[in-house]
């Protein structure tokens, strides 16, 4: 599975952004989806996570009620709508696939990143 994530970019406080993270390989609806950031300085934190099927879905505390998760099989495509940005959330967001939820070293398949920045 190779993963490719955009969207990203610069957004002032209390905007939004969608990220897309668009799949290849045919086995890639069979994978929990996650997301995860890191800011400069700072280790890798979860921020979302899906299911394979999208019954389920894993937000960290800090995006819960801003952040959505979301993915269409038909597509090979999982986003991350966030909406209510915070200069907080500025970091590089990856997405991954596997058969974790949380964690990051349950996924096995990883995207190359995409810089978000959120002015105050």
């Known amino acids: 599975v190779q993963l490719q994530a955009s969207g990203g970019g610069l957004v002032q406080a209390g905007g939004s952004l969608r990220l897309p993270c668009a799949a290849s390989?045919?086995?890639?609806?069979?994978?929990?989806t996650g997301w995860f950031r890191q800011a400069p300085g700072k280790e890798r934190e979860f921020v979302a996570a899906?299911?394979?099927?999208?019954?389920?879905?894993y937000y960290a505390d800090s995006v819960k009620g801003r952040f959505t998760i979301s993915r269409d099989n038909a597509k090979n495509t999982v986003y991350l709508q966030m909406n209510s940005l915070k200069p907080e959330d500025t970091a590089v967001y990856y997405c991954?696939?596997?058969?974790?939820?949380?964690?990051?070293?349950?996924?096995?398949?990883w995207g190359q990143g995409t810089q978000v920045t959120v002015s105050s």
């Open positions: 899906i299911s394979w099927s999208g019954g389920m879905t």
């Open positions: 390989g045919r086995t890639f609806s069979s994978y929990s």
């Open positions: 991954a696939a596997g058969t974790g939820s949380t964690r990051y070293n349950e996924y096995d398949y």
